[in-house]
């Protein structure tokens, strides 16, 4: 693998994308970044509030904004936003500029890991789970075009999805 290309973790709300990027890139020494943490400090404020202000419309537009502006650079660990694939924008930009790893996670699990994040504005509905399916059903087939590798997130827990992603790579 080439050895500056960059990593790219996508999958949906609660797959691990932060968690298991933040590992991956302190294993290979690498900066890493979170496309909502970026978009964060870029704003000033939370998801939760840009979506409030600017609906899900202005989200996606700054998100786009910054994943083409992470990309610009080379030899980082990017988790991308569950939803920075329903851009054809940002896939063609994730293909061209990185290995890109989907982290497939049964809802049940993104469930249990999401219930008490206040911070994830889609999921602030009568019934999460149903919602995570209908996302899940939706975006499930982008992920797979993106990826160059799919982790079965749950016979994975993190140190052992970052040994599984890194032979991978290697
Ligand atoms: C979203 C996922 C969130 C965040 C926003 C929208 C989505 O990121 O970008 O709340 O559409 O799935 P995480 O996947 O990091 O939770």
Known sequence: MEISQ????????????TTIGRLLARRLERPFYDS??????RCGVRVRTIFDLEGEAGFRQREAATIADLLKGSGIVLATGGGAVLNPCNREQMKRHGWVVYLDVPVRVLYERTRNDQ??????VADPIA??????AERD????EVA????DGARHHSSNAVQRILKEWE
């Open 36 to 41: 909502d943490q970026e978009i964060e400090q």
């Open 6 to 17: 960059n990593i790219i973790l996508v999958g949906l709300m609660g797959s691990g994308k």
């Open 148 to 151: 160059d590798f799919v982790l």
């Open 131 to 136: 919602k995570l399916e209908a996302l899940r």
């Open 119 to 124: 911070n994830r504005p889609l999921l602030q």
């Open 141 to 144: 087939p982008l992920y797979r």
